[in-house]
């Protein structure tokens, strides 16, 4: 079945959570999905990848969370066509807090997102590097989750840790919850342990991980100072963003999805 919300997750930070989310998100927006994009991190970095400021605390993720906002007062235009985001802010750590009186607080932004959902084809939510309230509503609140892993000896521990979170959450919570695939990021043809990690994610979880891999590229590093996506800048070769572009058609592709550049 063809997702709607998809989480971008894993408990381990600068595994390239946000660079997917932003990327994926914008990428699709550019052939001509409607796509909402959630900062669910307090550390805002989706909203600064646009260029976009996390000040407004009664326009975000928290103040949608926390109920000091209607959800749709708190989407913002990212200024790129068919592309909407839900900003963070640092105070949305405090909603951890906040919100654990409430009942069924697992369940909050499912709730929320059900009148907006109709708006968009896809709604994509950046986690933060950790497991809290917040995060625990992000998965409760997807059809399935993308798990970006660095090609690196420590990436595996993080996978291990999010695949137990997951499957506590499917045995408790939500049977339903699907892994949409493990992204291999940050790959380095040249370096051997880097080549053996893509082997053994291919050979021990078979097609849950996508065959698209990211390559180590600097233009990622390059795109977090202009404020714009690698996906949708000018000089859009590098091989960043031709990756994220296949990963884009594999996702379509797996849906039968094939839409047109508008
Ligand atoms: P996370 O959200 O998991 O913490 P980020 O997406 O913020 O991770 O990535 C962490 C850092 O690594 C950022 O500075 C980002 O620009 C950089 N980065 C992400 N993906 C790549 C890549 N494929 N090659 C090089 N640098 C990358
Ligand atoms: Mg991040």
């Known amino acids: 079945m063809l997702p709607k ?143 970006p892993l660095q090609c690196e000896y420590f990436g595996i521990e993080g996978l291990e840790l999010i695949l137990g979170t997951m499957k506590i959450i499917q045995k408790r919570l939500k049977p339903e919850l699907r892994v949409e695939g493990i992204l291999l990021t940050m790959h380095d043809e040249d370096n051997e342990l880097s080549n053996q990690i893509l082997k053994l994610m291919r050979s021990t979880f078979g097609d849950q991980v996508f065959d698209t891999y990211i390559p180590r590229d600097m233009a990622f590093i390059d795109s977090t100072a202009k404020q714009v996506p690698v996906i949708l800048a000018k000089k859009k070769n590098t091989v960043g963003a031709k990756a994220y572009d296949r990963l884009i058609l594999e996702f379509l592709e797996k849906y039968n999805l094939i839409k047109r550049k508008r």
Do not use: W
């Open 5 to 147: 919300v998809i989480a971008i997750c894993n408990q381990k930070g600068g595994v390239g959570k946000t660079t997917t989310a932003v990327n994926i998100s914008a990428g699709l927006a550019a052939r001509g999905y409607k796509v909402l994009l959630i900062d669910t991190d307090h550390q805002a970095s989706c909203t600064v990848a646009f260029g976009l400021k996390s000040e407004y605390d009664n326009k975000s993720i928290y103040a949608a969370l926390v109920g000091l906002s209607p959800i749709q007062d708190c989407i913002i235009r990212t200024g790129y066509p068919n592309l909407d985001l839900i900003p963070s802010t640092p105070h949305l750590v405090g909603a951890e807090i906040e919100l654990v009186n409430v009942t069924e607080r697992e369940y909050i932004l499912t709730e929320k997102l059900e009148p907006i959902k109709p708006l968009y084809d896809f709604i994509f939510i950046d986690c933060p590097p950790s497991l809290g309230i917040v995060p625990v509503n992000s998965l409760m609140a997807s059809d399935s989750v993308i798990i």
